[in-house]
């Protein structure tokens, strides 16, 4: 089985900053690609950042500038600062993690509320 955690979350007034962590454990094959995504209510789930296991960043047009994505392999674990956060960056942030076959693996999300 494999798991994902992610922790972090919480309310922060506008203009502040969060960090998020992921961290994937089990039996999980050699990780490639870890990213975020984020949902808000009523909305679909939308790409927020990814890197890949060399260090290639991804970013949503949305978050540039103001979020950066970083990971740690040998704890399997990716970060999320988000700097500058805005109200309608409220929403839950779910991490994904890809393995070297491409199997994604969800973790249960982590509420992040920005209040103006």
């Known amino acids: 089985q494999v798991q994902v955690v992610e922790s972090g979350g919480g309310l922060v007034q506008a203009g502040g900053s969060l960090r998020l962590s992921c961290a994937a454990s089990?039996?999980?094959?050699?990780?490639?690609?870890m990213g975020w995504y984020r949902q808000a209510p009523g909305k679909q789930r939308d790409f927020v950042a990814a890197?890949?296991?060399?260090?290639?960043?991804n970013y949503a047009d949305s978050v540039k500038g103001r979020f950066t994505i970083s990971r740690d392999n040998a704890k399997n674990t990716v970060y999320l600062q988000m700097n500058s956060l805005k109200p309608e960056d409220t929403a839950v942030y779910y991490c994904?993690?890809?393995?070297?076959?491409?199997?994604?693996?969800w973790g249960q999300g982590t509420q992040v509320t920005v209040s103006s």
């Open positions: 994904k993690v890809v393995d070297q076959r491409g199997a994604p693996y």
């Open positions: 089990g039996s999980i094959f050699s990780i490639n690609a």
């Open positions: 890197i890949t296991s060399s260090g290639t960043t």
